[in-house]
């Protein structure tokens, strides 16, 4: 699993809609919450989404992007984004490659860790939440990169 001041990998991938995406595209527009998680439509996973979309305003006004990532379908993450209108792409990673990359998988290859990373413009991580079961932490890092943006 990747640590503060760590180097984000040079990822890229597919959102719900199909659109390519890159780490590296997404940085040039600013620093990056990416948040990981196992499932879409599970209760906790759903909470976490929605305390997110909560967020994103307050994320929008610091210039702060938010994406999310786990192994589903683009169709399961059309339904679960346009379900709870979740203004942010979720990225599909089916073959987990962007999820193995960071390092959260979960034990023995199975399911996802709940994770949250804030990457900075030059792809260093700059914080990181780890927590499976529980979306306070990752809520509060949104709350605190809000609240400290210049």
């Known amino acids: 699993m990747l640590k503060i001041g760590d180097a984000a990998p040079a990822i890229t991938g597919h959102d719900q809609d199909g659109a390519q995406w890159s780490l590296a595209t997404a940085l040039a527009r600013g620093p990056l919450v990416l948040y990981f998680y196992p499932a879409d439509f599970t209760p906790v996973c759903t909470r976490e ?3 997110f979309r909560d967020n994103f ?3 929008a006004s610091v210039n702060v992007q938010i994406v999310g990532v786990s192994p589903q379908s683009a ?3 059309r339904r679960f984004r ?3 209108k979740l203004p942010f792409p979720l990225l599909c990673d089916e073959n987990k490659q962007v999820i ?3 390092g959260v998988d979960g034990p023995l290859g199975l399911g996802v860790r709940r994770v949250t990373y804030l990457i900075g413009t030059d792809a260093i991580i700059r914080n990181r939440v780890v927590s499976d079961f529980f979306v ?3 809520t ?3 709350k605190q990169v809000i609240s400290q943006a210049p």
Request: aromatic fraction near 10%; include cysteine.
């Open 75 to 77: 169709a399961s993450h």
């Open 57 to 59: 305003d307050g994320l």
């Open 82 to 84: 346009d379900t709870f």
């Open 49 to 51: 989404a929605c305390a």
């Open 140 to 142: 509060e890092l949104i």
């Open 100 to 102: 193995r990359a960071f």
């Open 136 to 138: 306070g932490g990752h």
